[in-house]
């Protein structure tokens, strides 16, 4: 597995997160893209109390249980790659800040060839999210289970009759706000892709936000139907849903 993406003067450098130290900032970068900037209904809902130092502690603390619980496939490789893209810190010369942060993970029907859990929510972590708040649980499962019906398809039917029967799915990216149209977001999907590649996987899926959707498109990411039609309850139907759609690039070396 590639650990890095060299960079040229000023460009994102792309590296493997080996740290938890390294999560702190990670999440701070996603919330201020999902939380601040977009406000994102999915994320905020997964991430109750987010803008707060609890809540941003909270969030840093799941993404470690989540890295620390990452699974390998049959050749030994990780079924979940976190990244982070850093840039010089304009504010401390010599030194870089984390600009970026992305998690690349390989899911499959069969066992050794990804994780087979397809992505599903754990009980636990929605109850750990909102105890005792039966409502809150269900909204949230609701929309996860829309969001990633169109991936679990895919994994299920056309990925299922590859070789290897997998996909490596781009499950989080995220710019900082103070970083974005510098090229953040491409160097992580560029660097997913060619992971894509050296474990001779022929399909990369993503869902794609409206603001990055374009861009993913110039990479080769072709968009698989229309935007997503979330599937919750009438009394959910009032708040915000986010416009993603599900993007597949195939590598052709395969």
């Known amino acids: 597995m590639s650990s890095t993406e060299t960079p040229g003067k000023d460009a994102p450098l792309v590296e493997v997160i080996n740290d938890e130290a390294s999560f702190t900032d990670a999440y701070k970068c996603v919330s201020a893209a999902f939380g601040a900037q977009v406000h994102d209904a ?17 969030g840093a603390s799941r993404m470690v249980r989540r890295w620390k619980s990452t699974t390998t496939n049959k050749d030994g490789d990780p079924n ?4 982070k893209a850093t840039l010089p810190d304009p504010s401390h010369p010599g030194h ?3 600009a970026g942060f992305a998690i690349w993970i390989q899911i499959s029907t069969v066992e050794g060839y990804g994780d087979t859990k397809l992505g599903a929510l754990d009980p636990e972590v929605l109850r750990g999210l909102y105890p005792n708040d039966e409502k809150e649980q269900r909204f949230l499962k609701q929309m996860f289970d829309s969001l990633f019906k ?3 398809q895919f994994v299920r039917g ?12 781009l499950d989080l990216c995220a710019t900082h706000p103070d970083f974005q149209r510098r090229g953040v977001a491409s160097s992580l999907v560029r660097w997913g892709m060619e992971e894509t590649r050296r474990r001779g996987i022929r399909y990369a899926t993503m869902e794609a936000s409206a ?13 698989q139907g229309r935007d997503f039609v979330y599937e919750v309850d009438e009394e959910f139907a009032g708040r915000d849903k986010p416009p993603n759609i599900f993007m597949v690039y195939i590598n052709e070396e395969k």
């Open 42 to 58: 999915i994320w905020e809902a997964f991430n109750p109390g987010w803008e707060t130092p609890e809540g941003q502690a909270a």
């Open 80 to 83: 979940a790659v976190f990244l």
């Open 96 to 98: 870089r800040t984390t």
């Open 150 to 152: 169109a991936r679990v």
């Open 158 to 169: 056309t990925a299922s009759a590859a070789d290897p029967p997998a996909i490596m799915a």
């Open 211 to 223: 603001m990055g959707r374009l861009a993913y498109a110039t990479l080769g990411f072709k968009p």
